[in-house]
């Protein structure tokens, strides 16, 4: 009998395993296209506000550098600690309520912060009328983001296939960077009516929001896309010669044994994934990395307003284009980075991530110039691309089916910490080595934005060092469905 001839599989095209994801994600159902577009308008009010917020504590409030960090800091470690508390509700109440009811809160919240300097109320300082209104807006915000953001990687779990998660995630990120790039064009706005005004223009964007959440993610459209995605998996998993998964829900039903046995908080504990040593480190090693990330609203707007005043003016004018172009990249280079990188390992690109980004930083240190500024904010963009979207995917590929939202809030504890922290202490670090003209003036603090940078550096630079330390205690045990 002659030897049975061993057919050798064509080679992938390179440029195909680039364009196919993109090519399924456009197939993908229309209720995608509702959470995309949704997250695509809330990344421009977001990141718009935000980069605004101390000075408004500073304008409207009358706050000092050191009293406006860490009210800066409510609004996003509240957020954070929220989704720790409320990320569940989408499981519960499913995700088409879940987005509607947040941004019907987030609403609510600007239009107060928008409100309250323009009802008179005067810059008295701490403690004073208009501080608490902002801080009531803030609270609105907090609740309704709490929930916003865990719905919406829910959802994506829940309308996408194994063949379109990963690009799904991937883009929901990245439109979420490209609104947040919007702002930078809000120069000639804030210009003409402040940062209130600009406040009023980002609670219009907000009310589009919400009309076209309401119009494209109807009830019907959401069960469309949660079947379509079932028989799909369901396919692909009959072609693969598997037992096909028992698909996400939207809410989350205890089972027989459970409603048995009754709440128990030893089992909760057990079953919480804090509870696993080796995941609690990963996800909290990632936190002086992350810093990077709290310092684009709560140090780099006042550096580039302040440092750059006598050597580059039309920087310190107009700083809202430096300050927003971390999200423009982002978007041109998380759909490609994920793509080229869909078959790489998540721990490896961790590591080489967390470097990338960290790295850069040491840019700055250097001094004040555009070409030191834009260097950081290209290098570490690149990293950023490299390990943030897969660790949002990882962190809501391990959930167990119909606890997506929970595990999302889980996930982003770290993040809040990071978020508390750092506010904590970068309006000291603003104060003291990149001050207002005004204190300057006064022998106030000292322009030495240089070491500044070095010990940001320094403190990034950590998170890889960390995870390069425990490749071999950790990296080996991830599993294999959130490394494809």
């Known amino acids: 009998m002659a030897a049975t001839q061993q057919v050798t599989p064509p080679k992938p095209s390179p440029l195909r395993e680039i364009i196919q994801p993109f090519i399924d994600l456009v197939r993908a159902p229309r209720a995608l296209m509702g959470v995309n577009v949704s997250y695509f308008i809330e990344g421009f009010v977001y990141f718009g506000m935000l980069g605004y917020l101390a000075m408004y504590f500073n304008q409207y409030v009358g706050l000092t550098d050191t009293q406006a960090g860490p009210m800066v800091g409510v609004?996003?470690?509240?957020?954070?600690?929220?989704?720790?508390?409320?990320?569940?509700?989408?499981?519960?109440w499913g995700v088409r309520i879940a987005l509607?009811?947040?941004?019907?809160?987030?609403?609510?919240?600007?239009?107060?912060?928008?409100?309250?300097?323009?009802?008179?109320?005067?810059?008295?300082?701490?403690?004073?009328?208009?501080h608490f209104a902002a801080l009531l807006g803030i609270l609105f915000i907090?609740?309704?983001?709490?929930?916003?953001?865990?719905?919406?990687?829910?959802?994506?779990?829940?309308?996408?296939?194994?063949?379109?998660?990963?690009?799904?995630?991937?883009?929901?990120?990245?439109?979420?960077?490209?609104?947040?790039?919007?702002?930078?064009?809000?120069?000639?706005?804030?210009?003409?009516?402040?940062?209130?005004?600009?406040y009023w223009v980002y609670s219009g964007f907000t009310v589009l929001g919400l009309t076209l959440t309401v119009i494209i993610l109807s009830r019907r459209t959401v069960d469309k896309a949660i079947a379509r995605a079932k028989t799909e998996r369901a396919r692909l998993a009959a072609e693969a010669g598997q037992e096909p998964a028992k698909p996400a829900v939207e809410t989350a039903t205890p089972s027989a044994v459970e409603r048995k046995r009754g709440f128990s908080v030893l089992s909760w504990l057990r079953s919480h994934p804090l509870a696993n040593v080796k995941f609690s480190f990963f996800i909290f090693c990632l936190i002086p990395v992350q810093t990077l990330f709290a310092h684009n609203?709560?140090?780099?707007?006042?550096?580039?307003?302040?440092?750059?005043?006598?050597?580059?003016?039309?920087?310190?004018?107009?700083?809202?284009?430096?300050?927003?172009?971390?999200?423009?990249?982002?978007?041109i280079l998380v759909p490609i980075v994920t793509a080229l990188t869909q078959e790489r390992k998540v721990y490896n690109m961790m590591i080489i991530g967390t470097a990338v980004m960290a790295a850069p930083t040491f840019l700055l240190a250097l001094g004040p110039t555009p070409f030191t500024l834009v260097g950081y904010l290209v290098i570490m963009t690149v990293g950023e691309a490299m390990w943030q979207p897969r660790f949002l995917q990882y962190a809501a590929?391990?959930?167990?089916?119909?606890?997506?939202?929970?595990?999302?809030?889980?996930?982003?504890?770290?993040?809040?910490?990071?978020?508390?922290?750092?506010?904590?202490?970068?309006?000291?670090?603003?104060?003291?080595y990149c001050p207002t003209p005004e204190a300057l003036a006064e022998g106030i603090g000292r322009m030495a934005t240089q070491k500044m940078w070095l010990i940001y550096g320094l403190i990034a630079i950590t998170s890889p060092v960390l995870l390069i330390l425990a490749r071999n205690w950790i990296g080996k045990d991830f599993k294999t469905k959130a490394d494809a």
């Not at 009811?101 to 208009?130: D, E, F, H, K, Y």
Request: proline letters at 7%; one cysteine or more.
């Open 75 to 92: 609004l996003t470690w509240g957020i954070t600690f929220a989704m720790f508390l409320f990320g569940g509700l989408a499981d519960k």
């Open 397 to 432: 590929e391990i959930a167990p089916e119909g606890r997506t939202g929970a595990y999302m809030g889980v996930a982003q504890f770290p993040w809040f910490l990071t978020k508390v922290v750092t506010s904590l202490y970068s309006g000291w670090f603003l104060a003291h």
């Open 142 to 198: 907090v609740l309704g983001y709490g929930m916003y953001q865990p719905a919406a990687y829910a959802a994506i779990r829940l309308f996408t296939t194994p063949k379109t998660a990963g690009m799904g995630y991937a883009m929901l990120y990245a439109l979420m960077n490209l609104g947040g790039w919007l702002p930078t064009f809000f120069s000639p706005i804030r210009k003409a009516v402040g940062i209130s005004g600009s």
């Open 297 to 331: 609203w709560l140090t780099l707007p006042m550096y580039v307003e302040r440092a750059y005043v006598h050597s580059w003016p039309w920087i310190h004018r107009n700083f809202e284009p430096a300050v927003n172009f971390n999200p423009l990249l982002i978007f």
């Open 100 to 130: 509607i009811a947040a941004l019907c809160l987030m609403l609510i919240g600007r239009v107060i912060l928008a409100g309250a300097p323009t009802a008179g109320l005067p810059p008295a300082g701490i403690w004073s009328t208009i």
